[in-house]
Nanobody
Framework: QVQLAESGGGLVQPGGSLRLSCVASGRISSNWVMGWFRQAPGKEREFVATTRWNGASSKYADPAKGRFTISRDIAKNTMYLQMNSLKPEDTAIYYC???????????????????WGQGTQVTVSS
């Protein structure tokens, strides 16, 4: 069973940047999928970005396009989310998640992911 651990959250001013990390324990298949979701106070968890572990495909939610970049370091079993031009509305707990297959048109859905991390808090405020 793969376990996920996020880090890198914190307090940042509007316009600033953060890089989140998600370290996965255990062996990851190249066909698996790793993604980021977030949950803001009082709101449901929402999709942010996802990528196939082999790098063949990735997908971003509209609020993340042009500002966030998902990447992975296979040697370190680590996925990253580089977040630039942060806005107060990006404030949320960010979760990484793992799925075992890429299903076209469905990777923004929570139910396509089998394992979840505990989350890391990102606060964007002046």
């Amino acid at each position: 069973q793969v376990q996920l651990a996020e880090s890198g959250g914190g307090l940042v001013q509007p316009g600033g940047s953060l890089r989140l990390s998600c370290v996965a324990s255990g062996r990851i298949s190249s066909n698996w999928v790793m993604g980021w979701f977030r949950q803001a106070p009082g709101k449901e968890r929402e999709f942010v970005a996802t990528t196939r572990w082999n790098g063949a495909s990735s997908k971003y939610a509209d609020p993340a396009k042009g500002r966030f970049t998902i990447s992975r370091d296979i040697a370190k079993n680590t996925m990253y989310l580089q977040m630039n031009s942060l806005k107060p509305e990006d404030t949320a707990i960010y979760y990484c998640a793992m799925g075992t297959r890429w299903v076209v048109g469905r990777m923004s859905l929570e139910r396509e992911y089998d394992e979840w991390g505990q989350g890391t808090q990102v606060t964007v405020s002046s």
